[in-house]
Each structure stands twice: as structure tokens, then as C-alpha cells.
T-cell receptor, first 117, second 115 residues
Framework: AQTVTQSQPEMSVQEAETVTLSCTYD???????LFWYKQPPSRQMILVIR??????QNATENRFSVNFQKAAKSFSLKISDSQLGDAAMYFC??????????????FGAGTQVVVTP | DGGITQSPKYLFRKEGQNVTLSCEQN?????MYWYRQDPGQGLRLIYY???????QKGDIAEGYSVSREKKESFPLTVTSAQKNPTAFYLC??????????????FGSGTRLTVV
């Protein structure tokens, strides 16, 4: 079974600065998907960014970008120009390539991002 | 607008009672999932369903049951056999578990507390 590890329980960043969240995973598969989800205090889960393992190019969504290192099984999230609205719990998640996986997501324990003015 | 509706938002259960959490989606998604969230443990999969009338146990299915009689609905029952049911429960769906590059759409969750 795949495992997802987020080693930073909490990260603090000042407004307008950059913060990087780490995520590592363990898998023997060659094709899979990786996601970062954001959970603000409302507890609504919001998809931030996703990456297909077969793509070498790192995904980018506005101020959010990833550093995907397939050989190292690492998938870090960089938040640039941090805003107060970025304060939330961030979860890294892994999904095997179907059909064997039934589309299940495996989540890490989460990293709490605190943004200070 | 399409989405997933979970109800109720807060639920209180007495010892020995069964309670049912509702999850309804109007996204025409095939696959649906139930996750449990506890502090410091991320989300753990309880049950999942790919099609109507079919579902599979996840990592922590003991003490829970589900049904999938309609594509839109995937209710979760927390039975008296679940020894520590106090948690936040999230329902999710995706277009197809066999499709590529698919993330989930989540509901807003139900907070269950044993009193």
C-alpha cells in the first residue's frame, strides 16, 4: 500500500513571502497522480493543484507551484506571495492509476500553514 | 450549481445508537467515497463505491455501513459497534474511478459527537 508523509505539522510565513510544504510518498507504481488539497477553517476541502506522474513538467496554478521529483518520490508545494487567505491545513494526496485502485486517494497527515501580517 | 451536500452539519449520538450521515451529489459522478478525519491523522477511507449497488470497504470500515441504491446518494451509517465515532466525516465524489487525472469534489462535512 502507498503511504504519504508530510513531515511538517506546521509552517509559518509572512504575508507576501514564500513557503514550501514538503511531501514524500512510497510507491512501487510508475503511473499515478498527486494532489494538494487545502482545508481552511470552514473545513471545506479545496483542490489546489495536481500532477500526473508521467508528466515531467511541474504543475503551476497562479501562486501555487509544485516541485515533482519522481525518482526521489517527492512532491513539494510552493506558495508564492502568501496571502492571509492561504492560511489553512494543506494535505498531500496520492492516487494510483486505475483500474486497480478504484480511484482511492491516500492522504498525508497535513501541514498547517499560518500566515502572519 | 452542482455539488455535494452533506447533512446534518452537526450530529450528536448517544452511546449505543446508530446514526446515518447523508451524502447527496448532483454532479452525475459515478464514484463516491467516505472519509473520516481525526486531528493529526489526515483523512482515512471508510467505504467507497464505483457504481450503484456496489461498494467496497476502505481502511477503517469496522463499525460502519453504507448503501448505494441511487447514483446520487451514498449514506453512511455509524453503528453502535464503532467504539470511537467522534470525528469529522467527509463525503467525496469523482466522475469515474477509472478515469484519468481525476481529483475529488468534497462535501462540507459532518461533525459527529458522542454524548
Amino acid at each position: 500500500a502507498q503511504t504519504v508523509t508530510q513531515s511538517q505539522p506546521e509552517m509559518s510565513v509572512q504575508e507576501a513571502e514564500t513557503v514550501t510544504l514538503s511531501c514524500t510518498y512510497d510507491t512501487s507504481e510508475s503511473d499515478y497522480y498527486l494532489f494538494w488539497y487545502k482545508q481552511p477553517p470552514s473545513r471545506q476541502m479545496i483542490l489546489v493543484i495536481r500532477q500526473e506522474a508521467y508528466k515531467q513538467q511541474n504543475a503551476t496554478e497562479n501562486r501555487f507551484s509544485v516541485n515533482f521529483q519522481k525518482a526521489a518520490k517527492s512532491f513539494s508545494l510552493k506558495i508564492s506571495d502568501s496571502q492571509l487567505g492561504d492560511a489553512a491545513m494543506y494535505f498531500c494526496a496520492y492516487r494510483s492509476d486505475p483500474p486497480d485502485s478504484w480511484g482511492k486517494l491516500q492522504f498525508g497527515a497535513g501541514t498547517q500553514v499560518v500566515v502572519t501580517p | 450549481d452542482g455539488g455535494i451536500t452533506q447533512s446534518p452539519k452537526y450530529l450528536f449520538r448517544k452511546e449505543g445508537q446508530n446514526v446515518t450521515l447523508s451524502c447527496e451529489q448532483n454532479l452525475n459522478h459515478d464514484a463516491m467515497y467516505w472519509y473520516r478525519q481525526d486531528p493529526g491523522q489526515g483523512l482515512r477511507l471508510i467505504y467507497y463505491s464505483q457504481i450503484v449497488n456496489d461498494f467496497q470497504k476502505g481502511d477503517i470500515a469496522e463499525g460502519y455501513s453504507v448503501s448505494r441504491e441511487k447514483k446520487e446518494s451514498f449514506p453512511l451509517t455509524v453503528t453502535s459497534a464503532q467504539k470511537n465515532p467522534t470525528a469529522f466525516y467527509l463525503c467525496a465524489s469523482s466522475p469515474s474511478s477509472t478515469g484519468r487525472n481525476l481529483g475529488y469534489t468534497f462535501g462540507s462535512g459532518t461533525r459527529l459527537t458522542v454524548v
